[in-house]
């Protein structure tokens, strides 16, 4: 038996979110910032005795073919193999539950992809990871989303990413000071509002309206995209108030693309984190629920009114290594 474990990192968005997606980014060009963080999917491979698959999730699967596999992503992951009748056993757990908005199912088909080409002996490098597990989700399966989730988990960073109108990805590293990254450390705070949900019906709302060339979300995105480019300057300058007050007027603008993306919870929870020394924040992912994140000088008076309304604080430190394998 050989035991392989890999490891893909969570992410939260900095800046230009949503202008990832094809629909935005084959007219306009996409352009974003994002951060890996040290929050993981891990997937494990092992051989069985015999020859068939077994997968462990949420639910447990025993099969002898490919075909049979009920979940999409392991399925298109080793029919990209050509795998017909494979010996293998996938096991896989989180840090984080999905549907919370910081990219899980990126991260799983990047450590997914990982595990298996380690487990057949093949090699494969953080970009062509990335694009693979890109074609899996959004070409194979039809998922409506964009390429930031499986490149910032692949490459992990802090990163830009310029997303092509011809398709192709560019990846440029920020290189900020310590000083900025130690302020980052100490003044970004995450919090889960309780909430998990799908991200699909709010992005296919986008895609959709982007696709029609409709001239509000297309203004939208293109303003977002511009306070992508404000933040990096912002975060390249050390200028971290300007950050923060750039994370709300993201927020502003997040909200108006869909009704779907904040709830009457979400947005007393914002409003009271203003009140309580937040600079700004928004919530991480397509929206309905999730994560809220702020940026704040005043984080023992944010941590105690985010505490009175329920809300959990997760710790967490930025992650430069991406996709590994962590066990052979």
């Not at 800046?15 to 951060?35: H, M, N, Q, V, W």
């Not at 963080?37 to 891990?42: D, E, F, G, S």
């Not at 919870?265 to 020394?277: H, L, M, Q």
Request: with cysteine.
């Amino acid at each position: 038996m050989l035991v392989i474990i890999s490891r893909s990192p969570l992410r939260v968005s900095l800046g230009g979110g949503g202008t990832d997606l094809p629909s935005y980014s084959s007219k306009f060009e996409g352009r974003l910032i994002t951060a890996a963080i040290n929050k993981y999917v891990y997937v494990t491979t092992n051989r069985p005795f015999q020859q068939e698959v077994i997968l462990k999730y949420s639910e447990v699967e025993k099969t002898k073919h490919v075909e049979e596999i009920s979940h999409p992503i392991i399925r298109e992951v080793l029919r990209t193999l050509n795998l017909k009748t494979p010996q293998i056993e996938i096991s896989t757990i989180a840090d984080i539950p999905s549907g919370t908005g910081l990219g899980s199912s990126g991260s799983f088909t990047t450590a997914l992809l990982k595990a298996v080409y380690t487990h057949y002996r093949k090699t494969i490098h953080a970009s062509e990871l990335a694009e693979l597990a890109c074609t899996i989700e959004m070409t194979k399966l039809g998922e409506p989303i964009g390429k930031q989730d499986q490149y910032i988990s692949a490459f992990g960073g802090i990163m830009e990413f310029v997303f092509n109108k011809d398709g192709s990805v560019t990846a440029l590293p920020l290189n900020l000071s310590q000083t900025t990254l130690h302020d980052l450390d100490d003044n970004l705070l995450l919090f889960f509002t309780g909430l998990s949900r799908s991200a699909s019906l709010i992005l296919k709302d986008q895609v959709d309206k982007s696709n029609k060339d409709n001239e509000l979300m297309i203004e939208n995105l293109h303003h977002t995209k511009e306070l992508g480019i404000r933040s990096k300057r912002a975060l390249l300058d050390g200028n971290m108030y300007k950050f923060g007050e750039l994370m709300h007027e993201h927020w502003e603008y997040k909200k108006s693309r869909s009704n779907g993306i904040s709830n009457e919870f979400i947005d007393e929870a914002y409003y009271k984190a203003i009140k309580s020394g937040a600079v700004g924040g928004k919530l991480v992912g397509a929206g309905g629920g999730g994560f809220l994140m702020f940026y704040s000088n005043d984080k023992e008076r944010l941590r105690i009114a985010m505490a009175n309304l329920g809300l959990a604080e997760i710790r967490f430190q930025f992650e430069f290594e991406g996709t590994k394998v962590i066990l052979t």
